[in-house]
């Protein structure tokens, strides 16, 4: 039973950070790309930021030079370092997971957490 859980969100000021931590836990060989996405009520779900096993990373023109996504192979552990957070960034938060196991390769994804900037 692969899950992704996420933690880190919650109520920011604008101009504010916040890091968000997504944790891949159960029976897997490997992972390979890993992405954060979120949506916000009304609006589509969008890719935020991925890094691919090798570093290569990938942002949305929205979150350039704001956001940086990393990750730590060691604890299946992706990250997402926001900062100067805008009122515009508020929205559920999803990590997702290119996941290979004993017999498969699929993606997955988190329940998702809620990001919240405002004064």
């Known amino acids: 039973q692969v899950q992704l859980v996420e933690s880190g969100g919650g109520l920011v000021q604008p101009g504010g950070s916040l890091r968000l931590s997504c944790v891949v836990s159960g029976s897997i060989f490997s992972i390979d790309t890993m992405a954060w996405y979120r949506q916000a009520p009304g609006k589509q779900r969008e890719l935020v930021a991925s890094i691919t096993n090798g570093g290569s990373t990938k942002y949305a023109d929205s979150v350039k030079g704001r956001f940086t996504i990393s990750r730590d192979n060691a604890k299946n552990t992706v990250y997402l370092q926001m900062n100067s957070l805008k009122p515009e960034d508020t929205a559920v938060h999803y990590c997702?997971?290119?996941?290979?196991?004993?017999?498969?390769?699929?993606?997955?994804w988190g329940q998702g957490i809620q990001v919240t900037v405002s004064s």
């Open positions: 997702k997971a290119f996941i290979t196991g004993p017999a498969w390769v699929r993606d997955y």
